[in-house]
């Protein structure tokens, strides 16, 4: 499968982003997706994770109450609304498909090319 993440860009602290990411090339369906992040100098950490029909989703302490993962299983798409943004949110952020429902990047088969978001204080 592949996937082509969208939405980043440039907000203040306090602000909301929407990313996108396009699956093409599989069933869609079938996958576990997940959307995680990299800021540089540091390793690459989940943000949010949602299982195959969206019943059931995961997310990083760090994110909880502000950052919300959805799919759309019609569109093969995959979103994650972030809301009440810090610059600490500041990284280059992923979507990715995986045969399983994990938090943990190494499960994850299928990476899009990233989008940056940036948050300034």
């Known amino acids: 499968v592949q996937l082509q993440a969208s939405g980043g860009g440039s907000v203040q602290a306090g602000g909301s982003l929407r990313l996108s990411c396009a699956a093409s090339g599989g069933t869609f369906s079938t996958y576990g997706m997940g959307w995680f992040r990299q800021a540089p100098g540091k390793e690459r950490e989940s943000v949010a994770a949602?299982?195959?029909?969206?019943?059931?989703?995961y997310y990083a302490d760090s994110v909880k109450g502000r950052f919300t993962i959805s799919r759309d299983n019609t569109r093969n798409m995959l979103y994650l609304q972030m809301n009440s943004l810090k610059p600490e949110d500041t990284a280059v952020y992923y979507c990715?498909?995986?045969?399983?429902?994990?938090?943990?990047?190494?499960?994850?088969?299928?990476w899009g090319q990233g989008t940056q978001v940036t948050v300034s204080s």
């Open positions: 949602i299982s195959w029909r969206g019943d059931s989703s």
């Open positions: 990715a498909a995986s045969e399983v429902v994990a938090a943990d990047p190494k499960h994850y088969d299928y």
